[in-house]
């Protein structure tokens, strides 16, 4: 029976987009065990997936070094066949040098890229998904080049959406880490006011976002009832997102959420470009972008806090 150790400690976007790893392995060793470690507030994404035995959390804010040493010690007392390690930095490079794991598999620009039985070219900018890119690590398998992402919302957050599911609803996640991938607060306001004459509006978002769908929500004349900013769990805010009529996303968390779904998506592009590889995968989905060119976009693989130029124009874009 194989083993298997899927290491991902990014951001909760790059959570989702490892799913497909996890799909195509259980479909080709269907009595595998895989084990998956993420940074630690992401691990309920993956509740209820039925390919998973057991979720780790790597805490990365507190006490980096000891976290290091008590997984290891568990990654080493399991005795994967194989370690998986889809992020690119040290940290999660170092879990996989000492995992004692029989194979390591992981990118090239991984500093500890040295310690992998297999090391595969890690390329963005050249309109390969991240998907794919991913799945090019267990391409020796036989995986497939491109799976759609999944999750799993359960009973508990279908019961917990069960009153929000108006016949027609659409779902707006108009917050971002990074400023200069958010469509500005004034085009999100167009578009609740344009979309609310065709249905229900949700505004979704963590905590930390409920101020702006607030001064959102107030801009665009809503009822109390769509800020739904820190209400929801990230698997009730899926389900969500599954029955609505289209979600409206930045290049972040919620776009890969409603990709897991496959609700119909259109996906705002400001400072980063499609051609990353980070674009939606939903059946019906689009990408918006600002048509003008702009000699300083893509201006990160992140984008920034700020527009470096100050006119963020780049963020015209058309609703």
Known sequence: MQQFLIIQTAFLGDVILATPVISELKRLYPEALIDVVVRKGNESILENHPSIRTVFTFNKKEGKL?????????FRSK????????????????????SGGKKKIGFDKNPFSFCYTIKVKHEIGTGIHEVERNLQLIKQHGAASLVRP???????????????LSPIYFCLAPA????????PEKKWVELAKKKSAEGTIYLVGGPDDFALCERIRIAANLP??????????????????SKSARCYVNDSGPL????????P???????????FGFGPLSDDSEVRETTEILSCRPCGLHGGKTCPKGHFKCGEITI
């Open 66 to 74: 000891g976290e290091l040493k008590r997984l290891t010690r568990i």
């Open 79 to 98: 005795h994967y066949d194989e370690v998986i390690n889809l992020h690119r930095f040290g940290s999660s490079g170092i879990l996989t040098w000492l």
């Open 150 to 164: 999944q999750v799993y919302p359960g009973e508990r957050e279908e019961k917990a959406v069960a009153s929000l």
């Open 176 to 183: 971002s880490v990074w400023f200069t991938k958010q469509l």
């Open 224 to 241: 109390e009832s769509a800020n739904l900013a820190g209400k929801l769990s990230l698997l009730a805010s899926c389900a969500l997102f």
């Open 256 to 263: 890969h959420m409603a990709s897991a779904v496959n609700a």
């Open 265 to 275: 998506t259109t996906a705002f592009f400001c400072a980063t470009v499609p051609r």
